[in-house]
C-alpha cells in the first residue's frame, strides 16, 4: 500500500503563491492516478485537481486557470502549484491516490483509496 505524506502548506498573502508536495512510499507510485482535495473549517471536503499516472488532469472550476497538478514518477511526488491564492483557497490541503480511477467520478472522495494526513493552506488578505 502506498504511504503519502504532504509537505508545503503555510500562510501566504492574497495573491501569493505556493507549491504543495505529497511524497509517496510504498507500492509504485506510477501505477496510481492522484489527486487533491482540501476541506475548510465546517464544509466537506472538495475536489481540487486530479492526474492519472499517463499525465491527463482534472481540475476544479474553482481552481483552473490558478492551480496546477504534476507528478514525478521518477520521484514519487505530487505537486500542486497554486498561484493568484484567495482567501476562499484556505483549507486543509489533502493529497490522495487510486488505483481504479474513473473519468466520470474523478471528483468523488470515495473514488480515492489512500490519503495523507493534510497539509494547512492559510491564505491572509
Known amino acids: 500500500q502506498v504511504q503519502l505524506v504532504e509537505s508545503g502548506g503555510g500562510l501566504v498573502q492574497a495573491g501569493g503563491s505556493l507549491r504543495l508536495s505529497c511524497a509517496a512510499s510504498g507500492r509504485t507510485f506510477s501505477t496510481y492516478a492522484m489527486g487533491w482535495f482540501r476541506q475548510a473549517p465546517g464544509k466537506e471536503r472538495q475536489f481540487v485537481a486530479a492526474i492519472r499516472s499517463g499525465g491527463n488532469t482534472y481540475y476544479a472550476d474553482s481552481v483552473k486557470g490558478r492551480f496546477t497538478i504534476s507528478r514525478d514518477n521518477a520521484k514519487s511526488t505530487l505537486y500542486l502549484q497554486m498561484n493568484s491564492l484567495k482567501l476562499e483557497d484556505t483549507a486543509v490541503y489533502s493529497c490522495?491516490?487510486?488505483?481504479?480511477?474513473?473519468?466520470?467520478?474523478?471528483?468523488?472522495?470515495?473514488?480515492?483509496?489512500?490519503w495523507g494526513q493534510g497539509t494547512q493552506v492559510t491564505v491572509s488578505s
Open positions: 490522495a491516490a487510486t488505483t481504479s480511477f474513473d473519468s466520470r467520478w474523478y471528483g468523488s472522495v470515495s473514488l480515492y483509496e489512500r
